[in-house]
């Protein structure tokens, strides 16, 4: 039997992929201290996800340890020699790191170093997935020429409904701490592939999500659109009228990319991991999509000053993932996303 770790397992892609592997007769090891809960506070608190695992993945064993601890994550390493690694804990937003730049660094940056290196030392043949962001292309792709139609921003040049590749720059824009901290953790990986011929790969997300989010206004875009919805809470739009466009994935999707990668793993790969240009909205267009689904109508407040940074239209050119692994594709479509979202908080 095979033995998989995955950090930040509480969390939204981490609790996927436990369960995807568990599924599929890996013995399951998992990483999360619920440090999301002192990011984001009471809203952001995973520990909900972990006793669901542990009670759904049979011998599903829970580390309680920090990424930023070097020892104790050379220890873990060395005492249950993965067959694979999947990092997914993190800091993952990018408006919260401007308060906590250490914190997010330490934890973004350092913590993959402290992971890619207990890899060499222990199981350098292990393949080693690292989440990454699109967020590493900085606002970039603002600068790509951009058509304003009725509910979204689109590109208006040849990269309209093909989107943005792996080649794009990530040189010289604007990326948030947070997508700085990412840079670092995503160069790094792809170091130990090139430098080391480690199987490593970084997947660039764009908006990850799934019924297993604990969205908050600061992170987990489609999540907490839905929870505001069904709450009656109002979703506050940040500029470019509500219209930018991000592409969404089913955590599956992205656990069954995963999944393909450690069966036949490459060396120091970078992949766009989004929904394409079939997942994505606008942000006006999600709260339509979220109305039909639930009956209730979304309320919201606009405010003119964008977020720092924020894309005003991403989404994933998804042929590098579909080329290297023919047998990938996305499966779950955005509607039936949005279904299962509401379903979940509904649950919950
Ligand atoms: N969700 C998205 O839209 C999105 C988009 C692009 C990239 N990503 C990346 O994908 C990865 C997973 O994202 P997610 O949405 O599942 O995040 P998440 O916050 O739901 O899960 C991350 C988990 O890591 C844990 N964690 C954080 N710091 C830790 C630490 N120091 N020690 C131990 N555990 C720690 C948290 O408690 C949390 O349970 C992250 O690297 C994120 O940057 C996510």
Excluded at 73 to 82: D, G, I, M, Q
Excluded at 104 to 117: I, K, S
Excluded at 152 to 178: C, P, T, V
Aim: charged content about 25%.
């Amino acid at each position: 039997m095979k033995t998989i770790l995955v950090t930040g397992s509480s969390g939204l892609i981490g609790s996927e992929v436990c369960q995807y592997f568990a599924a599929a007769g890996w013995t399951i090891h998992g990483v999360d201290n619920n440090q999301r809960a002192v990011f984001f506070g009471p809203s952001g608190d995973t520990r909900w996800n972990q006793k669901r695992l542990s009670e759904s993945i049979r011998g599903f064993v829970h580390h309680e340890v920090d990424i930023r601890d070097r020892p104790g994550v050379l220890t873990l390493v060395s005492e249950v020699k993965p067959d694979a690694i999947v990092h997914t804990a993190a800091q993952p937003s990018h408006d919260r790191a401007a308060a906590i730049p250490f914190d997010d660094f330490d934890t973004n940056a350092v913590g993959t170093l402290n992971f890619l290196e207990a890899a060499r030392r222990v199981c350098p043949e292990s393949p080693f997935v690292h989440m990454s962001t699109n967020k590493v292309y900085g606002d970039r792709p603002n600068r790509i020429p951009l058509v304003e139609l009725e509910t979204r921003w689109e590109y208006d040049n040849e990269l309209r409904g093909k989107g943005i590749a792996e080649d794009f720059s990530i040189d010289q824009s604007m990326h948030s701490l947070f997508g700085a901290s990412k840079v670092a953790a995503d160069v790094l990986v792809q170091e130990y592939g090139r430098y080391f011929n480690m199987p490593t790969c970084a997947l660039r997300g764009g908006c990850l999500t799934g019924p297993s989010h604990s969205g908050v206004e600061l992170h987990g875009f489609l999540s907490y659109l839905v929870k505001c919805n069904l709450q009656g809470i109002e979703y506050k739009l940040y500029g470019y009228r509500g219209k930018q466009v991000r592409d969404n994935i089913h955590s599956e999707d992205v656990a069954r990319f995963i999944q393909a990668f450690v069966e036949a793993p490459r060396s120091g790969e970078v992949y766009n991991i989004g929904g394409g240009w079939a997942n994505s909205c606008s942000v006006l267009e999600a709260f339509d999509l979220t109305a039909k689904v639930s009956g209730r109508e979304q309320k919201w407040t606009y405010q003119e000053q964008n977020r720092a940074g924020d894309h005003i239209c991403y989404y994933s050119d998804l042929t590098k993932m579909r080329t290297h692994y023919p047998q990938w594709d996305i499966s779950i479509s955005l509607p039936e996303i949005i279904e299962q979202i509401v379903s979940a908080w509904k649950d919950r």
